[in-house]
């Protein structure tokens, strides 16, 4: 293997005198990330446009308002939006703060190493491990005829879904997708609590400051951002999923992507333009969450500083 | 700090309680086809389905292609950043974050208007153009993961005196990047190569809507269908993903820890 590339390379560089090398130049400064912008201006911003700029016209091309306001009026698109928020903004939350609880246990709680070593890498799969497969794990659990239900019915005289449980509804939906949101909670936060170092604790320490001053006015300060930053991407990890709910259900859920997929494959709203409004407040949300973001971190930095 | 301790105990237990007794469950569940006895009758219905090794081999070459072309565009301008345009850097970090905020479904909504049959660019006119578009899309969705993946790698070795040196050495740009760049980000292109390959082999959204024969399509027939084979899916699933996991861990160990080393 080392011998082939070596000889390759002297075969290669021969041939190319000084002269001819120096007399090479490129057209442009451009060239290396030109791919890289054709690419993402044809196949993520030009699409994207083309749907914000269809939520605007009607179907004959003109300006309009309509179905914008369309998706504030028609009660079960609206709806659709609010449960959808809703199951992504408390599946963010609480996948964020349990997995910044599980990460600081990890990191800080002075338990083995392998208990953290096997945390991360199984968080590493677990974040990735979404989609229907995920679906299918839960209701092997947790369906009607899942293990854990029927122990709980069995042994425990627990009839869970008499109380109550489903899938379908939005409780449901946010203890399934916590399955990805923890650990990529634990994935994101663990490099960011390495990087409190044990000095700032001494220092803070000898300051005279309490473990409670030392957390509320070193830690939080400095694990803030990139802690909101995940709740975010929690956000819209959640808000944009649609298999999971989808394999649980079929088109029948309301919530945005269902909607949005159903409108797609079939036109159900009877108004093509619609299609476009709704992915066009899609955008608007996960959008909105990320100013946000960005309008709290450039808060947060001024007072690192 | 002992009842720190216990605390982290308790925390580590209960996460660990909630995330393996699904997949206990799920394996249990998965052996139940047979009536009264364990047995891997479901794995093995699935395994023979005609439809499941075409699919699963649909995507398999879906995933290949996409890291190809995601290795294609990504390299060169990770490259050309570090190298001539620093300026452009936060520009491109933030388009490479896009995907994660813009959610699939919306970008395959996008495709399916704008490369309709009708249109200019008509993906959409023939099967092979469709799965080009959907090697197209998983590429994209891949895009922030496997941008960080490069970028790191290239932070990592001296990209400046490398290029100098194989320059003097005369080499073409062609060559640099090939034969000098890549072979140096290897393992990191693997690792965002392994993460690509999780992320595409299930996806259900973009395939189902541009109407592929890929996995998660398939995936989706079988659990709106059947009763156990479903959870043997899930395993077979949750093991390919911890494979490609487990594969980045491995190659991290060979990947270099930092530019300028002494030696």
Redesign the interface.
């Known amino acids: 293997m080392t011998d082939l ?1 070596l000889s ?2 002297a075969f ?3 041939p ?3 002269k ?2 120096t007399a ?1 130049r ?1 057209p442009t ?5 030109t ?3 054709i ?2 201006l044809m ?6 446009l ?2 914000v700029l ?1 939520a605007f016209q009607n179907g004959e091309g003109q300006f309009t308002f309509d179905n914008i306001l369309q998706l504030v009026s028609d009660p079960s698109i609206s709806n659709s939006y609010w449960a959808s928020i809703w199951i992504s903004f408390w599946s963010a939350i609480i996948g964020a703060f ?1 997995g910044l ?2 990460a ?3 990191v ?4 083995p190493s392998w ?1 953290r070593s096997a ?1 991360l ?2 968080s ?3 974040s ?2 979404a ?12 369906g009607r ?4 239900t029927i122990i709980l019915r069995d042994v425990f005289g627990m009839n869970i879904y008499a109380m109550g449980f489903n899938f379908l509804t939005s409780s449901g939906l946010i203890v399934v997708y ?2 990805f949101q ?2 990529l909670m634990v994935v994101i936060i663990v490099p960011a609590i390495d990087g409190l170092k044990k000095e700032w604790n001494e220092a803070a320490a000898t300051l005279g400051a309490t473990q409670w001053q030392y957390w509320r006015m070193v830690v939080i300060p400095v694990l803030f951002p990139s802690f909101l930053g995940t709740v975010i ?1 929690l956000f ?2 959640a ?2 999923a ?2 999971t709910a ?2 649980f259900t ?1 088109p029948t859920l309301n919530i945005v ?1 269902i909607k ?2 159903s409108q ?2 079939g036109d159900v709203l009877h108004n093509p333009q619609l ?2 409004a709704i ?1 066009f407040g ?2 608007v949300i ?2 909105l969450a ?1 100013v946000f973001y960005i309008w709290f971190r450039t808060r947060s930095e001024r007072w690192l500083k | 700090m002992k009842s720190g301790k216990f605390w982290a105990w308790v925390v580590f237990i209960v996460s660990a309680a909630y995330f393996f007794i699904p997949l206990i469950a799920t394996f249990e569940f998965s052996l139940r086809l047979r009536r009264g006895v364990h047995s891997f009758d479901a794995y093995q219905i699935v395994l023979g389905d005609p439809r499941f090794q075409a699919t699963f081999l649909y995507s398999v070459v879906a995933a290949v292609f996409t890291i190809i072309l995601g290795v294609l565009v990504v390299v060169p301008a990770a490259y050309w950043i570090r190298l001539r345009l620093p300026q452009l850097r936060p520009i491109v970090e933030f388009i490479t974050l896009l995907p994660l905020v813009i959610p699939a479904i919306v970008i395959v909504f996008g495709y399916i208007r704008m490369y309709g049959s009708n249109s200019p660019l008509p993906f959409l006119a023939s099967d092979f153009g469709a799965s080009a578009l959907l090697v197209i899309g998983y590429a994209t969705l891949a895009l922030p993961y496997m941008y960080r993946a490069v970028d790191t790698g290239l932070r990592t070795i001296d990209v400046r005196t490398l290029t100098e040196a194989a320059q003097i050495l005369g080499a073409g740009w062609g060559t640099i990047i090939t034969r000098v760049i890549l072979p140096n980000v290897l393992i990191a292109v693997l690792s965002g190569a392994f993460l690509t390959f999780a992320i595409v082999i299930g996806e259900f959204t973009m395939a189902s809507l541009l109407n592929r024969p890929a996995f998660g399509p398939y995936l989706q027939n079988i659990g709106a269908n059947r009763a156990y084979e479903p959870a043997a899916l899930a395993v077979i699933a949750f093991a390919i993903t911890w494979g490609c996991m487990s594969l980045i861990q491995l190659l991290s160990r060979f990947a270099p820890k930092s530019a300028n080393r002494p030696n």
């Open positions: 590339s390759n390379q290669a560089t021969k190319a005198s000084p001819e090398a090479f490129f400064h451009w060239i290396g990330v791919p890289f912008f690419f993402v196949f993520l911003i030009l699409p994207t083309y749907l269809g349990a609880a599980l600081i246990a990890i800080r709680g002075g338990l208990v945390t890498t199984f590493g799969v677990a990735n491990f989609g229907l497969p995920l679906a299918f794990a839960f209701i092997a659990t947790l005829v899942g293990i854990v916590l399955f923890i650990p991407l819209a990890n808000f944009g649609i298999a989808y394999a079929g992507p949005l997929y797609i494959n299609g476009y992915a899609m955008i996960t959008g990320n």
